[in-house]
Nanobody, 122 residues
């Protein structure tokens, strides 16, 4: 059974930082591109960042480029999203997801975590 479990969310002031982690089990982690998506209340699911299988390429949405960093550790089957200079508009539930093909499209992802809440306050 495949499981993706996010952790690290919480409440942070604008301008602060958070580090999200996603631990996977039940899949051959190194064969999957990994991504982070987020969903704010009343809004559609939004692509945040992705990293290819061997970390050769990363892609970021324009809204987080330069502030967020995605990384992975294939030895530990984990993917991390380091978030800096957080803004009010970053408030959302953040999900990690796994896909055999690197994509910015949520429907391309086969496996999803349960999500972790990030709330940025003023």
């Amino acid at each position: 059974q495949v499981q993706l479990v996010e952790s690290g969310g919480g409440l942070v002031q604008a301008g602060g930082s958070l580090r999200l982690s996603c631990a996977s089990s039940g899949l051959t982690f190194s064969r999957y591109a990994m991504a982070w998506f987020r969903q704010a209340p009343g809004k559609d699911c939004e692509f945040v960042a992705l990293i290819t299988r061997s970390s050769h390429f990363t892609v970021y949405s324009d809204s987080v480029k330069g502030r967020f960093t995605i990384s992975r550790d294939n030895a530990k089957d984990t993917v991390t999203l380091q978030m800096f200079t957080l803004r009010l508009e970053d408030t959302a539930v953040y999900y990690c997801a796994a896909s055999e093909d690197a994509s910015q499209l949520d429907y391309e992802y086969d496996y999803w975590g349960q999500g972790t809440q990030v709330t940025v306050s003023s």
